[in-house]
């Protein structure tokens, strides 16, 4: 981050004593606390939307979250002279949420079960007036992709070793991912045609998920967005079960510790399903290499596909053990 952006501090009534560069980021001790100063590429409108619903949820004094800080202006995006948006926001002092830990990893479950009950959007006009996601379509534009690639991979003469391994289980993926998106479409979309029903975080796992001597302090809202809850917990559950090989215990526990704050209806557990069941690991290892230059091919990309081929299996073991008796 340029070191000029720490003079954007001027534009906002807070008195700084020190401040420090952080993981792409500034940071700085005020009379305010803590407080972080990151770039924002996005919407206005987006932001004063976060804006709305961290006031929304800390009005509730249900859940710790951070605070977005308007600028003297009273604006909540302040830009250099680059025209480079930033944004500032409160901080703690704390540490990320263990992912190795299942007692904390449960109780962030059920943090994210009080944090969508008090983003539910029956409960505020302005969050109900947000527009919802539709997971079918963004599936149907992920097997385009998947589609264009592998005719790429197919007409291209001589390929790496990791093309090879890739093209060898092709199809077993791209057949998995037309398959949910299909039965998606029928379950979710053609026999109920209700909107989302909350507010979600749009990035909750463990980095976003501070851990303070008051508490879970949850950070980082940019990608909030309105969808079902299980597009939350499908996201928490996915980053910790492929550290744990798909463990049935630790996601029946997540599970249950999210279930037992806010139940999860009929279309939660479907919508759950298949969320974690659509090949989402698979298509981002194909983006990432069909979008970036192919002439030299990272090997974290080979270690990614083979662990993600080695772990298939207990993945639909999950599904099958954990979704079956729910459904």
């Not at 029946?252 to 479907?270: H, P």
Request: some cysteine.
């Amino acid at each position: 981050m340029n070191d000029k952006a720490v003079n954007l501090l001027e534009q906002y009534e807070i008195e700084v004593s020190r401040t420090w560069k952080g993981r792409g980021a500034i940071l700085c001790d005020s009379d305010r606390g803590l407080l972080i100063l990151k770039e924002y590429g996005g919407p206005a409108a987006k932001i004063k939307f976060q804006d709305t619903l961290l006031r929304h949820i800390r009005e509730s004094g249900t859940v710790q979250t951070e605070i977005l800080l308007p600028s003297a202006e009273g604006e909540l995006v302040v830009y250099d002279q680059d025209r480079t948006g930033y944004i500032l926001k409160t901080y703690c002092d704390g540490r990320e949420c263990s992912h190795r830990d299942p007692g904390e990893c449960r109780q962030a479950a059920a943090t994210l079960a009080r944090l969508h009950l008090v983003s539910d959007v029956s409960a505020d006009d302005e969050l109900a007036g947000q527009p919802a996601f539709r997971l079918d379509k963004e599936y149907e534009k992920h097997n385009r992709e998947l589609k264009k690639a592998r005719k790429f991979l197919w007409e291209k003469s001589q390929k790496t070793d990791f093309e090879i391994y890739l093209m060898r289980h092709y199809d077993y993926f791209m057949n998995n991912a037309l398959q949910i998106t299909d039965e998606l479409r029928y379950y979710a979309y053609e026999e109920d045609s209700r909107d989302a029903s909350v507010i979600c975080h749009g990035d909750y796992q463990y980095h976003n998920i501070m851990l303070t001597g008051g508490g879970y302090m949850l950070i980082n809202f940019e990608k909030c967005v309105r969808d079902w809850p299980a597009r939350d917990l499908c996201l928490f559950l996915r980053k910790l079960l492929e550290k744990n090989n798909w463990s049935q215990t630790l996601g029946d526990a997540l599970i249950e510790s999210y279930n037992k704050v806010k139940t999860l209806t009929k279309r939660d557990l479907g919508e759950l399903y298949y969320r974690l069941a659509y090949p989402e690991k698979f298509w981002k290892i194909v983006n990432f290499y069909y979008n970036t230059g192919k002439a030299w091919i990272p090997g974290k990309n080979m270690e990614k596909i083979e662990k993600l081929f080695a772990q298939e299996r207990d993945k639909q073991l999950f599904l099958e053990n954990i979704f079956t008796p729910r459904r």
